[in-house]
C-alpha cells in the first residue's frame, strides 16, 4: 500500500511569489492535515480537510489556504510568499479523525 | 490551547547506554502520541497512548503515560545508532476528537558509536 505521497520534495520561490503543494493520502484515508515545520517554532497545524471539508484551521494568515478534492487529494497554496514561511511542509492522512496520523516526506520550501 | 513541552531539547548518548526523553501537557491529556523523525523527513509513527498508567513497548522502546502528571515519556534501552532522530510528541485538542493533533518541539538525540 503505498504511503503518503507529497510534491514537489524541494521547491525555491522568491518573494511575493504563490505556491501550490500537493499530498495525495494513503488509499482509502479521508481526512488530509497539513503542517508547518521551521526549528524556531516547531512543528505547527495548518488545516485539516475531512470529504473536502474543512474541519479545522490553525492560526495562520489568510495567505494560506487549502482544498481537497473527491478522490481526497488535497492542494495547499500559499500567496505573497514572505521570506518566514521557509519550512518544511508536511501533509499526514488518517482514515478517521480519531486514529493516527500518517505523514508524508514533506516539501521543502525556500522563499529567496 | 494546549502546548506540549519536552524534555530535554537535546541529548548526546554513547552506543548501548539507556535514556529517557518526557513530554508534559498543559492540559487534559486525550491521547498521547510519539513519532520519530529523521532530518527534513517525514514523521513516523512510534506509539500512541490513550490510558492513564498505560505502557507500550516496541522493540527496545517504552513509552509510558502518566494522566495524573499529564506526562509522557519514552525510555530507550541499549540505544543504538539507528535510534538517533528528532523524537516528537502530540497530543489531540479534546477529548475523544483529535482533530486537531498538537505537537511538542522534539528532542533530539544523537547516539555515539
Known amino acids: 500500500k503505498a504511503g503518503v505521497t507529497q510534491t514537489p520534495r524541494y521547491l525555491i520561490k522568491t518573494r511575493g511569489q504563490q505556491v501550490t503543494l500537493s499530498c495525495s493520502p494513503i488509499?482509502?484515508?479521508?481526512?488530509v492535515s497539513w503542517y508547518q515545520q521551521t526549528p524556531g517554532q516547531g512543528l505547527q497545524f495548518l488545516f485539516e480537510?475531512?470529504?473536502?471539508?474543512?474541519?479545522n484551521k490553525g492560526n495562520f494568515p489568510g495567505r494560506f489556504s487549502g482544498r481537497q478534492f473527491s478522490n481526497s487529494r488535497s492542494e495547499m497554496n500559499v500567496s505573497t510568499l514572505e521570506l518566514g514561511d521557509s519550512a518544511l511542509y508536511l501533509c499526514a492522512s488518517r482514515r478517521g479523525v480519531t486514529e493516527k496520523l500518517f505523514f508524508g516526506s514533506g516539501t521543502q520550501l525556500s522563499v529567496l | 490551547s494546549q502546548e506540549l513541552e519536552q524534555s530535554p531539547q537535546s541529548l548526546i548518548v554513547q552506543e548501548g547506554k539507556n535514556l529517557t526523553i518526557n513530554c508534559t501537557s498543559s492540559k487534559t491529556l486525550y491521547g498521547l502520541y510519539w513519532y520519530k523523525q529523521k532530518y527534513g523527513e517525514g514523521l513516523i509513527f512510534l506509539m500512541m497512548?490513550?490510558?492513564?498508567?498505560e505502557e507500550k513497548s516496541h522493540e527496545k522502546i517504552t513509552a509510558k503515560l502518566d494522566e495524573k502528571k499529564q506526562q509522557s515519556s519514552l525510555h530507550i534501552t541499549a540505544s543504538q545508532p539507528s535510534h538517533a532522530g528528532i523524537y516528537l510528541c502530540g497530543a489531540g485538542s479534546s477529548g475523544g476528537s483529535n482533530y486537531k493533533l498538537t505537537f511538542g518541539k522534539g528532542t533530539l538525540l544523537t547516539v555515539n558509536p
Open positions: 480537510y475531512f470529504s473536502e471539508t474543512q474541519r
Open positions: 497512548l490513550q490510558k492513564g498508567g
Open positions: 488509499s482509502g484515508h479521508r481526512s
